[in-house]
């Protein structure tokens, strides 16, 4: 069982940049593909970004690319996302996700942390 805890969020300013923290603990996930999601308040949460094992594949929702960056330390069992010009609409809870098989089953997922962006 993979355990997931996200760190990093907080308040910014429209423009601003938040890197979020993904540090994973009970099994090595070196070679999962690992995932960022994110829910607005009476929204879905909507796919944000993944990234493969090896870290050489990325594919972000259209809405951050260009503008978030997901990476992994497999040294540390641990995903960034780097943000930048973080809009308002990007205010969110951003959870972290495990998958062993890069096709969801049996994912873990994380509890969030809180991103505002304030304009």
């Known amino acids: 069982q993979v355990q997931l805890i996200e760190t990093g969020g907080g308040l910014v300013q429209a423009g601003g940049s938040l890197r979020l923290s993904c540090a994973a603990s009970?099994?090595?996930?070196?070679?999962?593909?690992m995932h960022w999601f994110r829910q607005a308040p009476g929204k879905e949460r909507e796919f944000v970004a993944t990234?493969?094992?090896?870290?050489?594949?990325?594919y972000y929702a259209d809405s951050v690319k260009g503008r978030f960056t997901i990476s992994r330390d497999n040294a540390k069992n641990t995903v960034y996302l780097q943000m930048n010009s973080l809009k308002p609409e990007d205010t969110a809870v951003y959870y972290c996700?495990?998958?062993?098989?890069?096709?969801?089953?049996?994912?873990?997922w994380g509890r969030g942390t809180q991103v505002t962006v304030s304009s």
């Open positions: 996700a495990a998958d062993p098989s890069g096709g969801y089953s049996g994912t873990s």
């Open positions: 009970g099994r090595t996930v070196s070679t999962y593909v």
């Open positions: 990234i493969s094992g090896s870290g050489s594949s990325t």
